[in-house]
């Protein structure tokens, strides 16, 4: 009976190893390995270690120009080890209250074992990096764009002052935000055209996947006969390494129940052996400061500039909403009968205005195909009957990560209408107001545009 | 990040994306082209309806291949005072454009290694006598019959050609059509372009030149017979699986574990009593989300302020009832995302007060926050190619329209100040105001029209 247990278990942590070497983790210790460390043996520190920094640099990088993460000195490992652990979420007390410790012989390779273990839990690490190996693998498959982050209007870009040079300085400013700005709005078309390249393209091959008939290749002008066969060549290659890592995966899906009550047996062992260790006290108070990091106060600034922002924008908000009600109960009380609001008048503003607000909300959330997606032509026959993907509710499409086109394509068409009333509203706010400044200047005389 | 940065990162990422497409469109063509590959076809690969092909096709060819014997001829006389190597081209030329027709003479043409040619339908010459070639090659036509004329015209030999330019002019010549003398001189003029290597090497420069992986697969000769290649079984197969798995590996994903959620929580359960329960990697993200939302919010009162001002007050009732709508709303979500935010920033405060002592800032690599549990791309099925074409290019546009949208909102911001100096010079003023016109109210697309009314 134990030997049976313990060959499964051998089986499952080996799983487990070939799913992340095929993740191009390196160096995977062996499944012997992992049962040392259960049982804190000294001998499994070093593979485990070099295991959980490893996958650690996969998952996170260290935000600030301290010291190079990649340098074999355990200090600096143990630094970002800690530090991503502790942003994964993960409290074990030698990661918060670090001992006086600089060896790696110091650290127990149970602890290791604890943590690769709540590393894998929490959080989407394989599913990440499985992500990336399918993008890098299939030339089909569609990445999601990153996005930019936030820009801040708000770092004055054109300071306030006299004087013939500022104002050349931002005459100069200007122009150059003109220049740049023009040469990203080429920079767009020009992507668009490519991306309708490519999709003409992704069609082809995936048409080719299941049609039966050779096409010509059009003149396309590869003049490489040598070459193209080893095209053909090195997409199935991909394609079969793909397909062995999701095989590896699916595999590990089949065992991860039994390997999660082996961790929870790890764990046992842990609580047993360390009975009187009670979790840490945190956070720690009159603390020694060991090593300050000086940058990393990006995020505080941001929550400091963001609570101001919301702070007197809501007490604008407040302020201008009263005098707004004030107005229109006055206007609507003096006159009377036929320019009061009718209700159906009254339901129709709510509705616009409720769309409104829908749409600034929309527009905060991530669009459908913000993860990216597969593409897979659908059989003009299905021989099962097809999900429900035409529900009313966007949420239902998303069935086990399955999306359908004219779902997607409604979802997007919304997004994009969102997305121009807003625009629109800001950029007709600020033709009027560009105008009422021209007006007060004088001797100019403003026309703007004719609509086209 | 400053504006005029952030436009730079925005151009940057662009240029980015598009080497990226375009990289993914040369694969997708190399692949699609590696399908077929081209092959020396025997009889046996003629097809029975290519006879009745033949019996259509020749009186209008017999007219087309008459007049271009007399250009090749021409060209012949042209050549033949030029290097020797140039007069293979007339033969190359008549070659390729007899392949026009899918005559199934024409297709026979296996360069053996050893230089060999079938000496079945026509007069098999040395290669480097290309007049007495020639020659024979309009006499033939002359002499044979219909049905003949294209094989004698076929020239192994002139198959040499085709090596490295062969590759080039092969495809393109397949696209001409027969009836077009245009084209044919367009052929002539490009054989006579070809520069060749000798032609002694040319035949077996053809048989490895027209090689791809297999020994049988090869003709030097534009043979008009592709077939599939010995690849495409495969790959198709190692493709559909790729969607049978991915689709299991998704519903695999998607299945809770309560077994490892199990294991968190008593690991969870060995933490400091008061550790943030969200991982606090997430936070800079979701922070990113709130302060977009916040610049959302204030611009939309900022844009009803103006919309307000503007309108005429006390006579549009609608409008003043819209305008309060709005500002309740707006006022409801503010408190919203206030009271949303607060309970995490106090967690954050205090992480971050102990964080920035012993610890380094740390962000997680790519999007790895679960928003709604899963970081894998779904399958996206779509069932037409116009359809693929729209989602894409919608999908673009609106990440165009956020970005446009997020740079609008900050130029408002920044370039708001402007005004509030003195302006330096009337005439500095009006070009600035031109080109902040243009950007801020226009996207830059449109510029207005200033008149300086100077006395």
């Given at each position: ?23 191009n ?29 490893r ?38 007390p ?51 764009t ?7 209007g ?51 091959v ?11 290749p ?51 062992s ?36 963001l ?60 669009a ?80 703007p545009?004719?609509?086209? | ?27 997708c ?69 007899c ?25 098999s ?75 002694d ?42 969607n ?5 590996v ?36 979701e ?16 844009t ?111 370039l ?40």
């Amino acid at each position: 009976m134990q030997r049976t247990k313990s060959v499964k278990v051998k089986e499952v942590i080996t799983s487990l190893c070939k799913l992340l070497s095929g993740l191009n983790v390196e160096s995977i210790p062996t499944a012997e390995t992992f049962r040392r460390a259960k049982f804190n043996r000294k001998d499994a520190v070093v593979d485990m270690w070099s295991l959980l920094n490893r996958l650690l640099q996969r998952a996170f990088a260290l935000d600030c120009a301290c010291r190079d993460s990649k340098h074999q000195e355990f200090d600096t490992q143990l630094l970002f080890v800690r530090s991503a652990l502790c942003y994964c979420g993960y409290g074990a007390p030698w990661v918060v209250e670090p001992r006086p410790t600089s060896h790696i012989e110091e650290m127990e390779s149970r602890d290791l074992l604890l943590a690769l273990g709540w590393l894998l839990a929490s959080g989407n690490l394989l599913d990440f990096l499985l992500a990336e190996k399918v993008y890098q693998l299939d030339t089909l498959s569609s990445a999601p764009t990153i996005p930019q982050g936030p820009i801040s209007g708000l770092d004055d870009l054109m300071a306030c002052g006299s004087g013939e040079e500022l104002t050349v300085k931002k005459d100069q400013e200007i122009q150059a935000l003109q220049w740049q700005y023009g040469k990203l709005r080429l920079q767009w078309k020009s992507l668009l055209s490519a991306q309708e390249e490519r999709s003409k393209f992704t069609h082809r091959v995936i048409s080719s996947i299941s049609s039966s008939a050779v096409r010509h290749p059009h003149a396309t002008g590869s003049h490489q006969t040598n070459m193209t066969s080893t095209a053909l060549d090195k997409d199935l290659e991909r394609i079969q390494a793909l397909n062995e890592i999701l095989e590896a995966y699916l595999d590990w899906k089949l065992h991860e129940p039994l390997f999660w009550c082996w961790m929870d047996s790890v764990m046992d062992s842990s609580l047993t052996d360390a009975s009187e260790v009670k979790p840490a006290v945190w956070p720690p108070g009159g603390q020694t400061v060991t090593a300050t990091c000086p940058h990393g106060d990006k995020t505080r600034r941001a929550v400091r500039q963001l609570d101001k922002m919301l702070l007197r924008l809501q007490t604008e908000l407040r302020a201008r909403r009263i005098e707004q009600a004030t107005l229109a109960l006055a206007s609507q009380g003096g006159h009377q009968g036929a320019s009061r609001l009718s209700d159906r008048q009254r339901m129709e503003v709510e509705k616009t205005v409720a769309g409104y607000l829908e749409g600034l909300r929309l527009s905060n959330t991530s669009a459908i195909t913000s993860k990216g997606f597969v593409p897979c032509l659908q059989d003009p026959q299905p021989t099962k009957p097809p999900r429900r993907f035409h529900s009313a509710e966007p949420g239902l499409a998303v069935t086990a990560g399955k999306l359908q086109a004219s779902t997607v394509l409604g979802e997007l068409r919304e997004r994009e209408a969102v997305l121009q009333w807003q625009l629109e509203r800001l950029r007709q706010s600020m033709r009027v107001e560009l105008q009422r400044q021209a007006s007060t200047m004088e001797g100019v005389i403003l026309i703007p545009p004719i609509k086209r | 990040m400053s504006l005029l940065h952030a436009v730079d990162e925005a151009v940057k990422m662009c240029r980015a994306e598009e080497s990226r497409l375009t990289e993914n469109v040369r694969q997708c063509k190399e692949i699609l082209n590696s399908m077929r590959t081209r092959v020396t076809e025997t009889s046996h690969l003629e097809n029975p309806s290519s006879t009745d092909i033949i019996d259509d096709i020749l009186p209008q060819e017999k007219q087309e291949i008459e007049m271009l014997e007399q250009v090749l001829k021409k060209a012949l006389k042209i050549r033949n005072t030029s290097e020797a190597q140039k007069e293979l081209h007339p033969d190359g030329a008549h070659k390729k454009h007899c392949n026009k027709s899918k005559h199934k003479a024409l297709v026979n043409y296996t360069v053996k290694e050893e230089g060999k040619r079938k000496p079945e339908k026509y007069v098999s010459t040395s290669e480097t006598s290309k007049k007495p070639n020639h020659r024979r090659a309009a006499g033939g036509s002359v002499t044979h019959g219909a049905p003949w004329t294209r094989p004698v015209l076929l020239r192994k030999s002139s198959t040499a050609h085709t090596m490295s330019r062969g590759r080039l002019t092969v495809p393109k010549s397949s696209s001409v059509k027969i009836s077009s003398t245009e084209s044919q001189q367009k052929i002539c003029v490009k054989t006579t372009n070809i520069k060749e290597s000798s032609e002694d090497d040319s035949p077996s420069v053809s048989c490895q030149e027209a090689s791809t992986s297999g020994k049988d697969e090869k003709s030097t000769t534009e043979s008009e017979q592709w077939i599939p290649s010995p690849l495409m079984p495969v790959w198709r197969a190692q493709r559909t699986k790729q969607n049978r798995l991915w689709r299991k590996v998704l519903d695999q994903q998607s299945k809770p574990v309560p077994e490892r959620s199990r294991f968190t929580e008593r690991l969870r359960a060995t933490f400091p009593s008061e550790w943030p329960s969200r991982p606090p990697a997430n936070f800079p993200t979701e922070m990113d989300v709130f302060s977009q939302h916040c610049l959302d919010l204030r611009h939309c009162f900022h844009t009803e302020l103006q919309a307000l001002k503007s309108s005429d007050k006390g006579t549009k009732h609608e409008i003043q009832y819209e305008s309060l709508r709005m500002l309740e709303g707006l006022e409801k979500m503010t408190a919203e995302l206030l009271a949303h935010i607060d309970h995490q920033k106090k967690d954050w405060e205090r992480w971050d007060k102990w964080s920035s002592r012993c610890l380094c800032p740390v962000r997680r690599r790519g999007e790895w926050v679960d928003r709604d549990g899963s970081v894998l791309p779904p399958v996206l099925s779509y069932t037409s190619e116009e359809e693929l074409r729209e989602l894409e290019r919608q999908k673009l546009r609106v990440e165009q329209l956020q970005q446009a949208l997020h740079l609008q909102q900050a130029m408002s911001d920044s370039l708001a100040g402007f005004w509030d100096c003195p302006p330096g010079g009337e005439r500095s003023s009006a070009v600035a105001l031109r080109g902040l016109y243009s950007l801020l109210a226009e996207g830059g697309i449109q510029f207005p029209l200033l008149v300086l009314d100077s006395e």
